[in-house]
């Protein structure tokens, strides 16, 4: 049963949360914009004065306001456990427990209000994850003061379903999805009888039909290098085919667009579902799998230790046989800091392989979820 008392906490503990996230991104964007203003001046300077300061805070304003999403990403977690423990800590400071526990209800009954603002809180976490946040990949990288992320520089990648193809040019037009003075090395494996480089002016990512299939690769256009088909081997022949003009070459591969400038080391430009793609996909090297797998399993666990922090934040700040208000809150924070820096210190030995993916993104759940059977018998009665 959904009582008043709970609606009462379930609203304070959301409120109190959209404060926090007010008060944090607004004192990083006041930081942010005091320390780069002159990037958002730079890209205005060719218009008038008045246009000039309208253009201004129109960019600013856009930029920022892209930028919550992120934000929200990246300290929602956070400031969930915080708000949880500011609500807590008001209701022993005003005494509000005080006739509960006196009319026999156990402290615990206060987890279920808590516990349904985590998980709306979080699916909100998961809906800006999985969807919003893919969606604005370009504008979360454009630079500031600019009108759109239009040049990357090129983040060069092995291509593991061809032999570890080489793959790396000039620069990345990412609003026409065009690599720039491509270069596409062959070694001398299966593909080619000697190390061989395919050079062109740029290259596009697409599916091409022929020989009765549909495949994907690069479309390179007005090679730089000669095309030498007697250098191919077999295998070779099969997967690099020259267009008729004499000028564009179609290279097989597996390897996307997007893999090669920053959305593709940034996971948290991904859904989900690109992960699991990006897992999946044979073209991808063992330790952009390590990576992306560690992200997955964290995405998967990150709802569950919140609400383990939660758990464990309850009797922490409401101590029996306590009464200090303070000391029981800096317990808490001192706690949850320690379990928050060993799920980083987790999460740091999977990314560099000492650990398993999964168990490097699992193990804090297990030792959190240990942590809040013990702490269980803290809180006051």
Partial sequence: MFTTFDRYLLGRLLHTFFLLFIAAYGLFVVIDLFMNIDDFQENTASATTKLQTLELFRRIIEYYGYRAFEFFEMAGPILIVIAVITVLGLLRKNSETFPLLAAGIPAFRLLKPLIIAAVLLNLGLIINQELIIPSLAVQLQTPRGSKMAQVQQVEPVYDYSNYL??????????????????????????????????KAEKARFVTWEGKGRTRSGWKLENLTSPFDPDVLTEEGRKRI????????????????????????????????????????????GIVPVRGQSLA?????????????????????????????????????????????????????????????????AWLPVILNGIASAWTSNLVQT
Wanted: proline letters at 4%.
């Fill in 241 to 284: 085919v020259p267009s008729k003009n004499g000028k564009d070459v179609f290279i097989a591969s597996e390897v996307s667009f997007d893999q090669l400038y920053n959305r593709g080391r940034n996971m948290k430009l991904l859904s989900s579902w690109q992960l699991i793609q990006r897992i999946q996909n044979p073209s991808t």
């Fill in 296 to 360: 997955l399993h964290s995405r998967m666990t990150r709802p569950i230790l919140c609400v383990l922090s939660i758990i464990m934040a309850l009797p922490l700040v409401m101590r029996k046989e306590s009464h200090s208000l303070i000391t029981n809150m800096a317990v808490c924070a001192g706690v949850l800091g320690v379990s928050y820096a060993g799920t980083q210190a987790c999460l740091a030995l999977g990314g560099t392989g000492l650990i398993a993916p999964d168990l490097a």
């Fill in 165 to 198: 193809m080489h793959i790396a040019g000039d620069q990345i037009l990412v609003d026409s999805q065009t690599l720039v003075g491509a270069t596409f090395a062959l070694p001398a494996t299966t593909l080619s009888q000697t190390n061989y480089t395919l």
